[in-house]
């Protein structure tokens, strides 16, 4: 029986139309993401809790020492996170000697504290071997250095209440710490912290005024000092938000002896202080004590 050729064509999936496709779907609205309006810059995950003022807006400012073993790495990265946020702070190493990385493991490059310059360390370092300095790091650390400080000083060696003038005049963070104490030291390893702590009592506490010693512990390393800089401008933050509230309720009579009721009052708050900042960079364990210059 003969069939129409056209009703075949027709029938012929290869030849047949395919079917629109169907409209797509109405675009969504977006919503425009807003950031946190009380964030701190430094935190590990972007959000602090609170809206704490800074002391560049002209309050009061507690007064910041840093330490780590050579005054090069964590506490210089420190002193400068510290000053750049308008805090009074000044930095100093424990060890006997600054010992920076050399060819090898065995031959360190070894500096007196409180003579030689990061700027002579930088040039020395440079004229040595300036491609392998600049590739682990010790040149670029330098240069940050040098624009910080004029050298790395030594705890030990530290006369506390003796006038920090002259040469020291140009530090960042001198601004406010010319009286030579300060309320807080902050070390980046425990050794440091112990040898602090253990050089306060040989000190025999001459000026009778109460210093918080913390540690935050902080491997030895670029990245790892980096961030320690921004957790201990988190601490310092909370710190001075504290004293601030407590010189407004108690009033600010007896604060630079150490004695009175707000003094008392920020002292009594330091450790749950430290624990709530603990909990925000639970990666950097600390330890408190309260020591006396």
Same mark, same amino acid.
């Given at each position: ?98 010992? $920076?990385?050399?060819? !090898?493991?065995?031959?360190?490059? @070894?500096?007196?504290? +409180? *003579?030689?310059?990061? /700027? ?80 306060? $009592?040989?000190?025999? !506490?001459?000026?009778?005024?109460? @210093?918080?010693?913390? +540690? *935050?512990?902080?491997? /030895? ?73």
């Amino acid at each position: 029986m003969a069939s129409d050729p056209r009703l075949a064509r027709i029938s012929d999936p290869r030849t047949s139309t395919p079917p629109h496709p169907p409209p797509p779907p109405p675009p969504m609205e977006e919503t425009p993401q807003q950031e946190p309006s009380d964030a701190v810059a430094g935190t590990p995950n972007g959000t602090v809790q609170d809206s704490r003022l800074r002391p560049e807006d002209g309050g009061f400012k507690l007064k910041f020492c840093t330490v780590c073993a050579n005054n090069q790495n964590r506490s210089m990265e420190a002193h400068l996170r510290l000053s750049l946020a308008s805090y009074p702070v000044i930095s100093f190493g424990t060890g006997s000697l600054v010992r $920076l990385p050399g060819p !090898s493991i065995t031959q360190p490059n @070894v500096y007196p504290f +409180n *003579v030689i310059s990061y /700027d002579q360390m930088y040039s020395e370092l440079s004229a040595k071997d300036s491609r392998l300095y600049r590739a682990n790091g010790l040149l670029t650390m330098l240069e940050r250095n040098r624009g910080v400080k004029f050298a790395p000083e030594r705890w030990q060696d530290w006369p506390v209440g003796k006038p920090r003038l002259d040469k020291y005049k140009q530090d960042k963070g001198s601004k406010g710490s010319e009286g030579g104490v300060v309320d807080v030291v902050i070390t980046c390893e425990e050794r440091c912290w112990d040898a602090v702590v253990d050089n306060l $009592l040989e000190r025999g !506490s001459p000026l009778n005024r109460p @210093v918080h010693v913390i +540690n *935050v512990d902080i491997k /030895d390393n670029h990245e790892e000092g980096l961030i320690g800089g921004s957790a201990i401008l988190d601490l310092a933050d909370s710190l001075n938000s504290a004293a601030r509230e407590e010189r407004e309720k108690n009033g600010e009579g007896g604060w630079v002896d150490g004695v009175g009721d707000a003094r008392t009052g920020f002292d009594q708050r330091v450790p749950e202080i430290l624990a709530e900042w603990q909990e925000r960079w639970p990666n950097l364990a600390a330890l408190w004590t309260l020591g006396w210059f």
